[in-house]
T-cell receptor, first 112, second 113 residues
C-alpha cells in the first residue's frame, strides 16, 4: 500500500543533542512537508520541499534543518538550537500546490 | 495574511445527534478550503475540500461542508454522529501559490452514548 512512513514513533532528546526524524513516502509525490503540532495550536509549517534538492523555510524553521536528496525521503533534524522541541511532528506529502495532503502517523519528541 | 479560526475548542454531542463544526477564514481571494480529521496519536486524513463550483461539498464518512463567501465560513456538518466520529477536526486554507496550507487550532469532538 502507498503511504508515508515516519520513524520512530517516540523519540527522546537530551540537552544539547541533535536528533533526526525520518519520513519516507512511496506515493511518488513531488512535494513534502514537516509540521509541528502543539496542543491547542493546530499545525505549524516548519519546512517544505517542492522538488528534490530544494526546500524552503516555513513559519517556524528556526532550530530545525532538512534535506531532500531523494524524492522519497525528507528527514528533519531538530538541533540543539531548538529550545522547546517537545511536540508531535507530522510529515506530509502531496502532488504539489493545493492538492490534498497525505500524512504520516507522526513522531512524538520529548526532552529528557 | 491568511488565517483560520475554529471558535470551539471542544464540542460534545450525543450519538445520533446532528453536528456542526464552525470555521471562519481570512483570505483575499477565492480560497482553497479543507477539513481534516485526526484520531489520537495519528496523522490527519482529508474529509473534504472546496476549490470552486458548488458551495455544498460532500466528503467521506457522511460529512458535508458549506462555503459561504459572505460570512467567510466553511462549516462542517453531519446529520447523525456515530461514536467513531470522536476525534479532532481541523479546518485549513490553502495559500495562493500552494504549498503553505494554514490550519486552524482544531475542534475536539466528544460523542456521548
Amino acid at each position: 500500500d502507498g503511504g508515508i512512513t515516519q520513524s520512530p514513533k517516540y523519540l527522546f532528546r537530551k540537552e544539547g543533542q541533535n536528533v533526526t526524524l525520518s519520513c519516507e513516502q512511496n506515493l511518488n509525490h513531488d512535494a513534502m512537508y514537516w509540521y509541528r503540532q502543539d496542543p491547542g495550536q493546530g499545525l505549524r509549517l516548519i519546512y517544505y520541499s517542492q522538488i528534490v534538492n530544494d526546500f524552503q523555510k516555513g513559519d517556524i524553521a528556526e532550530g530545525y534543518s532538512v534535506s531532500r536528496e531523494k524524492k522519497e525521503s525528507f528527514p528533519l533534524t531538530v538541533t540543539s538550537a531548538q529550545k522547546n522541541p517537545t511536540a508531535f511532528y507530522l510529515c506530509a506529502s502531496n502532488a504539489g500546490g493545493n492538492e490534498k495532503l497525505f500524512f504520516g502517523s507522526g513522531t512524538q519528541l520529548s526532552v529528557l | 495574511a491568511q488565517s483560520v479560526t475554529q471558535p470551539d475548542i471542544h464540542i460534545t454531542v450525543s450519538e445520533g445527534a446532528s453536528l456542526e463544526l464552525r470555521c471562519n477564514y481570512s483570505y483575499g481571494a477565492t480560497p482553497y478550503l479543507f477539513w481534516y480529521v485526526q484520531s489520537p496519536g495519528q496523522g490527519l486524513q482529508l474529509l473534504l475540500k472546496y476549490f470552486s463550483g458548488d458551495t455544498l461539498v460532500q466528503g467521506i464518512k457522511g460529512f458535508e461542508a458549506e462555503f459561504k463567501r459572505s460570512q467567510s465560513s466553511f462549516n462542517l456538518r453531519k446529520p447523525s454522529v456515530h461514536w467513531s466520529d470522536a476525534a479532532e477536526y481541523f479546518c485549513a486554507v490553502g495559500d495562493t501559490g500552494g504549498f503553505k496550507t494554514i490550519f486552524g487550532a482544531g475542534t475536539r469532538l466528544f460523542v456521548k452514548a
